[in-house]
């Protein structure tokens, strides 16, 4: 079975007492079972398998167990159409881990006409210190590259003819809004990006490890300031791309060169504490991945825990190189695995323009915004300016373009 990678997953970002940094997680509504059942999960791309029902008295604190409660809980004995399949597992994650035991049940996206059907996912039985489902989008069983021995949510929109593709995109929207993120299964929304979107090859199995992630090279990491560029050592590497860790996990190299251009200094939790005037920085931390370069504002990649204390959006890890959240908010992000390829481009938003992905992936395809991290919201592409209805008819007929899920920025 795919285990979701054992490093730094949001669950484990929550375990940072003593400074009280706030999660921002991401969430997605799911309507499961016959009559439907609302229930929220975290968007996931470092794992594979869809799983709902923490045990909620086992968060990590009060608020966290209120927010798990109110994300929902899916109840078999409700659904005229549940299946229990006769089989469990264990997912261990960074800190924590759940007991599932695989049921099959009816998936639909509220405000949708999709409606799958058998859907295969786990209902927990017992978790720590977990305090919402997840979603995980990685390589399902209908895959060679995979080893999950069943179907996950991307195989299935896929075989039942909900999507044309194994492909999605991202849009986690910039640290300063917190209502423009969004989950496109099988499209893209030009409306979300500056410049064309470039792609790269997903890389095979990295770490000893045999089964395909979203794994791609980055040539570079760097910094601009004050108009002068200069490069970290040990930045050149691979690195997976997770929406379900808050902060990227880089060389220890990188985050020591990071501080020191931040005039930051590191706790014993291995986080890199620095003055939080530099929220208002707009010097750039830089990844250069060799066909595109994302390009980050100082004040998107560092954390403000409180009005006294700021984090830097990375921490120290020589084994992996991950790129979570804090890299995430400053792209959009195609993950098409019929084409084994990532694109990638600057986030900004200036409005909404869904499209289909096509057969051949998405190289080249322009953005419809001027810049990157435009938050302006105009409209762009001949939309709708009804969001609703044009949601509703992106979804209309089983191939249609694409499905737009709306994702919920959850602030414990």
């Known amino acids: 079975m795919r285990k979701p990678l054992s490093v730094s997953k949001r669950q484990e970002d929550t375990g940072v007492p003593l400074h009280d940094i706030s999660q921002v997680s991401y969430l997605i509504e799911l309507s499961i079972g016959t009559p439907g059942q609302s229930v929220k999960v975290a968007v996931d791309t470092g794992s594979s398998e869809l799983w709902v029902d923490p ?8 608020s966290e167990a ?123 929304d030009t409306s979300k990006y500056a410049g064309p979107l470039r792609t790269l090859p997903i890389l095979g199995p990295q770490n000893g490890e045999t089964i395909y992630r979203y794994w791609v090279q980055l040539d570079s990491i760097g910094a601009t300031v004050d108009g002068s560029s200069h490069t970290y050592d040990s930045s050149s590497l691979p690195v997976v791309l997770d929406t379900g860790s808050t902060f990227c996990s880089l060389p220890r190299a990188v985050v ?23 929220v208002d920085n707009e010097d750039t931390f830089d990844f250069d991945f060799g066909n595109i370069t994302i390009r980050i504002p100082y004040s998107q990649f560092v954390v403000q825990a409180n009005s006294e204390v700021c984090v830097l959006g990375a921490i120290p890890d020589d084994q992996i190189a991950l790129l ?44 419809a915004c001027d810049s990157a991290n435009n938050d302006g919201g105009g409209d762009s592409g001949g939309g709708d300016d009804n969001a609703g ?6 979804m209309l007929g089983l191939l249609s373009a694409c499905i737009s899920v709306p994702v919920v920025v959850d602030l414990l």
């Open 389 to 394: 209805s044009r949601l509703t008819a992106s």
């Open 55 to 62: 045990v909620c008295q086992t968060s990590q604190s009060l």
């Open 256 to 278: 020591n060169g990071m501080m020191e251009d931040l005039d930051g200094q590191i706790d014993r939790q291995g986080q890199v504490l620095v003055d939080c005037s530099q």
């Open 324 to 367: 979570g959240d804090s890299f995430l908010r400053s792209a959009y992000v195609v993950f098409d695995q019929n084409n084994m390829e990532i694109a990638m481009a600057p986030y900004a938003n200036c409005g909404q323009s869904e499209q289909r992905i096509p057969d051949e992936g998405v190289s080249g395809v322009e953005g």
């Open 66 to 188: 209120e927010e798990c409660i109110a994300n929902g809980i899916y109840d078999p004995s409700r659904s005229d159409t549940f299946e229990d399949l006769n089989s469990t597992n264990t997912i261990p994650y960074g800190i924590g881990a759940v007991q599932i035991e695989y049921v099959s049940d009816n998936i639909a996206f509220p405000d949708s006409t999709i409606n799958l059907t058998d859907v295969q996912f786990g209902v927990a039985t017992a978790s720590r210190q977990l305090n919402e489902g997840i979603m995980g989008l990685s390589f399902g069983g209908n895959t060679p590259e995979a080893d999950l021995s069943y179907n996950n949510i991307v195989d299935e929109l896929y075989l039942q003819n909900a999507t044309q593709s194994r492909a999605f995109s991202v849009a986690l929207g910039s640290s300063d809004s917190d209502n423009d993120s969004v989950l496109i299964f099988g499209g893209i």
